[in-house]
């Protein structure tokens, strides 16, 4: 395993491949091997593939304080800055996609092409059908979250429901980025969704005509599309990142 201190964080962080550098940013509650079906098939089309592991997620140990998106933000940027070196691509899956973004518009220098998979960046865009299903998870967490955790957190299982908790703080609060502040991001972006996903599909359009320049791409799926898919997903990385 390889470990930087970063932003005052003991970062865990994968590389897989060579060539143009390409950061992929995990979901909540989960770690960056969730990206399993990505890496490799990104590395095989001549890709540095980056897999960081946030505060408290994966591998990565807990710190005080809440979790905030522009904390995970400028921890990626540290990320960037030191590990890396230059600016990358950047591809985002659910709250990865949030920390992106907020990247890609507070250091706009850091990223080349951004792909956001599966998230809302304000209460309007999120399905309430879905978000109506997570509404035990405080009292009743998924038990293959506790699992995914016991098995990498350095802090121990025992630390689940004090990370779980923040990560349920973050979510109840609005992320807070209207369409008017995403289109502030300037760099080539690819949003992308499933058809059954975590977010309406009438809010991603909008914000993709809202951006100057993105494009949206609804595939079949859920909120898990990048596992249930990998061979729809991986072609549509590949192909837009490698666009010069």
Known sequence: ?????????RTHWERVGDGEPVVLLHGGGVGADSWFAQTPALADAGFAVYLP?????????????????????????????????SSAHIVGWSDGALVGALLAIERPDLVRRLVLIGQYYDRTGRDPDVHDEMSNWRDNPPQYLRDMYAALSPDGAEHFPVVFGKILDLWDRDPGLPHEQMARITAP??????????????????LADAMPDARLAVLPGTHALPVESPELVNTLLAQFLAVS
């Open 1 to 9: 395993m390889t470990y930087t201190d970063l932003n005052g964080v």
């Open 53 to 85: 592991e946030r505060r408290g997620h994966g591998a990565t140990p807990d710190v005080l304080g809440p979790f905030t998106y522009p904390l995970m933000a400028r921890d990626t940027a540290v990320f960037l800055d030191e590990v890396v070196g």
């Open 189 to 206: 972006t690819l949003i992308v969704q499933g058809d059954r996903d975590a977010v309406r599909i009438d809010y991603s359009a909008a």
